[in-house]
């Protein structure tokens, strides 16, 4: 066993080394919109997991994220936009007091940004957590809707339907990527921990959970506030990726999208939400392909706007119906169940171990 | 605020109220039956208002032809959904099906703006629902008139459905006990097949409606009065018919009013159904006519 566990920590460390190599090379020698797409894997992940914490781990079937992710976006954003461009912004209605001239930096911005999703959260949690499943759902739904109903009327904080333009583009690899192992790190810790073990219990029997000493008000509370938190977080580096938000973007739609990643990847497995936050980004933007027109030489096939929605749509449903737990089910990756596993059988194995790449771990 | 401005607004909320009521409905039967939110409810009403649009609009088919037909297009519709996002998880966790139904929502929505486009289309509403006339000096729609009419009689209809037939009182052994019913040899399948049918066919007919009220019809219009409709059913108590219809009554009239009354709040409007949903959560949860239902181990 000794053997083994040398193994895997050397294959850790040599992965991600290997990924710090990568980013290093990513941030300053591939092309912009690679890189771009590079970030907002690494921020759907971070979505993933936090989304996952809440609803694979804990059970709890909330479709707020996009409120939360508002929440982050919005404050990141307000905090590290210089005043001087957010006088150009508020142009109809100016920014009010402190904000228009609070100019943080950017950590200490998205922290914020997170701790005021997790406030939210919090306020969210003491009224809802009490419903179960559907109603949880729809009174979920419901806050972030409020949330985006209300960020497109406070004009002199959000600037109305207008949205937030020029927001510094903060955001690199380093930071998506850093944060992304942070929230694994301290997700990961979670779930092994008596807390961790607590959540999945009332997941699968609240009144077991319950008679067996687990609180369950309080832990449900703190997974809800810990994924807003993260959520929030993950909203801010977007924000600042993409440098223009406005209130429309949080809508269910985005929810949605992460929904998919955590049924793809598995409800329940933090490093299968990871695994499938690439797979959708990446796929998102091959199937562009599909909203374009198909020059095939000899005939021109019309492109449809929205066809890849239709796909992604049709590929939850596919992946509920037909593969219920999704990738990684509620197994987190392992190098032994790397090893074990076909794809790598296939293809790595018949070479000499040790030369391969791309672990999460 | 005049009196004939309060009575204009009244009629508009009570016909606001009508549709809301309608779609309720739907929701309220599919869950007193599954114990599950349709999702893709909204987006069934939306479709009723594309084929109407279709059949009017490009097949020149005469509204009384065109209503019909659509109503029973939207039913099939709705047993279609039901039979491919729904049947085959009967047995899988609750979250596998809200799921399955949330993408079952998309896939029409999108699919919508894919094949007919995101434009939004004028709904074709026939001459005579549209229009208006003078109750003193008070302008108003025929429409407002006829659509509290039109749901009173689907309304009895369908109370009359599951009180005295052989299918009504297989929808309540369903929805009160399924394991039991089976037993006593009512087609499980069937039964739920048909409440999303007749459930669906009252969307059409709240759609059709909708659409004359609001001539416009895009398709994401689902999405906000699908969520408000199962507000209604949920502050009206869910899985009871009459409970929807109040809350129906509750959300429209009191969206109008709210909107006549504090026109600074208007951007908020959509915001109002939400804030009502969670009191009525926080202080009883089992909504207006709802029963209280202990939880067995």
């Known amino acids: 066993m000794a053997t083994k566990k040398t193994r895997d920590r050397v294959l850790t460390i040599l992965s991600l080394l290997f990924l710090l190599v990568f980013i290093g090379f990513a941030e300053n020698h591939l092309d912009l919109y690679i890189v771009r797409i590079l970030n907002v894997c690494a921020i759907y992940a971070i979505l993933g997991m936090s989304m996952n914490l809440i609803n694979g781990f804990t059970g709890l079937f909330s479709l707020g994220h996009a409120g939360f992710m508002a929440v982050g976006a919005y404050t990141t954003a307000l905090l590290t936009i210089p005043p001087a461009v957010k006088e150009q912004i508020f142009y ?19 922290f914020v940004g997170g701790l005021l999703a997790a406030l939210v959260g919090g306020l969210i949690a003491a009224p809802t957590l009490r419903l179960k499943g559907d109603y949880l759902a ?24 207008l949205g937030l333009k020029g927001i510094p583009a903060l955001t690199n690899l380093w930071w998506s990527f850093g944060t992304a192992a942070f929230t694994l790190v301290i997700l ?78 598995g409800m329940g497995s933090l490093t299968g939400s990871i695994i499938s936050a690439f797979i959708v980004t990446i796929a998102n933007e091959y199937l562009r392909i599909l909203d374009e027109s198909i020059n095939l030489g000899f005939i021109v096939i019309q492109g449809k706007v929205g066809m890849r929605a ?23 990756f392992s190098w032994d169940r790397f090893f074990a596993s076909k794809l790598y059988r296939r ?12 672990g999460y771990a | 605020m005049a009196f004939d401005l309060f009575l204009q607004h009244l009629s508009n909320g009570i016909s606001l109220g009508s549709l809301y009521a309608l779609i309720a409905i739907g929701y309220t039967m599919v869950y007193g039956i599954l114990r599950l939110i349709n999702f893709a409810h909204g987006d069934i009403f939306m479709m009723a208002t594309y084929f109407a649009f279709f059949g009017i609009v490009t097949f020149h088919i005469p509204w009384y032809i065109t209503f019909p037909l659509v109503l029973v297009l939207t039913a099939a519709l709705g047993i279609g959904v039901e039979a491919t996002a729904y049947r085959p998880l009967r047995e899988a966790p609750k979250i596998s099906i809200l799921i399955s ?57 369908l109370v009359y459905l599951i009180n005295k037939t052989k299918t009504g009182m297989a929808m309540r052994a369903v929805s009160m006990d399924q394991e039991t019913a089976r037993v006593m040899g009512i087609n499980i399948n069937h039964t739920i097949a048909f409440t999303f049918g007749l459930g669906s066919f009252l969307a059409a007919v709240g759609g059709i409606m909708w659409g004359m009220k609001f001539p416009q019809i895009q398709p994401l219009m ?15 108590g869910i899985g009871n018919i009459g409970g929807a219809v109040i809350g129906g009554f509750i959300l429209g009239i009191g969206e109008i009013m709210l909107v006549a009354f504090l026109p600074n709040l208007t951007g908020y409007r959509d915001a109002f159904a939400f804030i009502l949903l969670i009191l009525i959560l926080l202080y009883k949860p089992t909504g207006i006519l709802g029963e209280k239902t ?3 181990v």
């Open chain 1, 188 to 265: 990961l810790s979670l779930i092994n921990s008596s807390y961790g073990r607590a959540l999945k219990a009332s997941r699968e029997d609240e009144i077991a959970a319950e008679s067996m000493g687990t609180h369950l008000a309080k832990h449900k509370t703190f997974a809800f506030v810990l994924g807003a938190f993260f959520a929030g977080i993950g909203g801010g580096l977007l924000g600042n990726l993409l440098g223009t938000i406005d209130p429309k973007m949080f809508s269910f739609t985005f929810t949605f999208n992460i929904l998919l990643i955590i049924v793809l990847g």
């Open chain 2, 101 to 157: 139904a949330i993408g079952a929502s998309f896939f029409l929505e999108n699919l919508t703006i894919v094949l007919f486009g995101g434009v939004p289309k004028p709904f074709p509403a026939p001459k005579l629902f549209t229009d208006v006339v003078q109750v003193g000096s008070v302008s108003i729609q025929k429409l407002t008139f006829y659509i509290p009419v039109v749901t009173v009689i689907s309304l009895l209809g």
């Open chain 1, 310 to 332: 239709v796909v992604f749509s049709a590929l939850l449903m596919f992946v509920v119906l037909f593969y219920r737990h999704g990738l990684m089910g509620s197994n987190e």
């Open chain 1, 92 to 110: 109809l209605v100016p920014l009010v007091e402190p904000l228009d001239r609070l100019n943080l930096p950017f950590p200490i911005a998205l």
């Open chain 2, 222 to 236: 689902g999405v906000i009065p699908g969520l408000k409709c199962f507000i209604a059913a949920v502050i009206g």
């Open chain 1, 138 to 161: 729809i009174a979920t739904l419901g806050f972030a809707e409020i949330i985006r109903v209300v960020f497109t009327n406070t004009q002199n904080i959000t600037n109305g339907a």
């Open chain 1, 347 to 358: 293809t790595l194995g018949r070479f000499t171990p040790g030369q391969r790449k791309g």
């Open chain 2, 294 to 296: 202990a939880e067995k």
